[in-house]
């Protein structure tokens, strides 16, 4: 229920708090199971993308962090969040997210883990790598560029929307792991996710992928 407001009252917040610019088909954030890839360069941006799937079977993440506080772990239990450990093997977490992607729900998550300091595309981590190769479900890269705290927090405290540029990719899948060196076959997993956003992103915003041959692959005209 309090999922439902929250995506409610996005609905109303967010165009009056920034000034969207959106490229590629809305509609595929309406897409049954699936794995919603982004960067991560302020908070404002995960309410971005929650506002535009307009689902409340998303999959919430809270650090494991905020456990500690009564009111986190209420608000956690009303969305249905997983507390999660975005610093060591979460196994325990990692079996729930498995689940409920197997369930149908969708998923929002940065693969990077934590926001960047610097605005551009950090190195990503496995855990991404392994759901998708685990479960099957489709991966949807989007990209995002404006939110970063401290524009928000400049913007917002003169009363001016911030200017919001949201990139939305194509669909793909990862193969499950069969055999070879896992480490390796998860690294190229996370390689491939990582440089599917930094098509999506301008060349200043790529970080450490900016050079990857993935990335010039993917923004050659088909």
Same mark, same amino acid.
């Given at each position: 229920?309090?999922?439902?407001?929250?995506?409610?009252?996005?609905?109303?917040?967010?165009?009056?708090?920034?000034?969207?610019?959106?490229?590629?088909?809305?509609?595929?954030?309406?897409?049954?199971?699936?794995?919603?890839?982004?960067?991560?360069?302020?908070?404002?941006?995960?309410?971005?993308?929650?506002?535009?799937?307009?689902?409340?079977?998303?999959?919430?993440?809270?650090?494991?962090?905020?456990?500690?506080?009564?009111?986190?772990?209420?608000?956690?239990?009303?969305?249905?969040?997983?507390?999660?450990?975005?610093?060591?093997?979460?196994?325990?977490?990692?079996?729930?997210?498995?689940?409920?992607?197997?369930?149908?729900?969708?998923?929002?998550?940065?693969?990077?883990?934590?926001?960047?300091?610097?605005? $551009?595309?950090?190195?990503?981590?496995?855990?991404?790598?392994?759901?998708?190769?685990?479960?099957?479900?489709?991966?949807?890269?989007?990209?995002?560029?404006?939110?970063?705290?401290?524009?928000?927090?400049?913007?917002?405290?003169?009363?001016?929307?911030?200017?919001?540029?949201?990139?939305?990719?194509?669909?793909?899948?990862?193969?499950?792991?069969?055999?070879?060196?896992?480490?390796?076959?998860?690294?190229?997993?996370?390689?491939?996710?990582?440089?599917?956003?930094?098509?999506?992103?301008?060349?200043?915003?790529?970080?450490?992928?900016?050079?990857?041959?993935?990335?010039?692959?993917?923004?050659?005209? $088909?």
């Amino acid at each position: 229920m309090l999922l439902k407001f929250i995506l409610t009252l996005l609905k109303v917040v967010i165009p009056l708090i920034t000034r969207l610019e959106v490229y590629g088909d809305r509609d595929k954030f309406q897409g049954d199971n699936q794995i919603i890839v982004s960067n991560h360069i302020g908070i404002l941006e995960a309410l971005l993308v929650y506002y535009f799937i307009d689902r409340d079977d998303a999959i919430v993440l809270l650090a494991e962090k905020h456990k500690g506080h009564w009111f986190t772990r209420e608000l956690a239990r009303q969305v249905d969040a997983i507390f999660i450990d975005r610093y060591n093997a979460d196994f325990n977490a990692t079996r729930k997210v498995l689940k409920r992607l197997q369930d149908g729900d969708v998923m929002v998550i940065a693969p990077e883990g934590t926001r960047s300091p610097d605005g $551009s595309l950090q190195e990503g981590r496995f855990g991404v790598s392994y759901l998708a190769s685990k479960t099957g479900v489709p991966i949807l890269p989007v990209a995002v560029t404006g939110t970063e705290d401290r524009i928000v927090k400049s913007k917002l405290l003169r009363l001016q929307r911030v200017p919001v540029v949201v990139r939305i990719g194509d669909q793909f899948t990862l193969p499950p792991i069969r055999g070879g060196d896992r480490r390796v076959i998860l690294q190229e997993y996370t390689d491939e996710i990582m440089c599917q956003i930094a098509a999506l992103l301008p060349p200043e915003k790529r970080g450490i992928y900016s050079q990857n041959p993935r990335v010039e692959e993917l923004l050659r005209p $088909s």
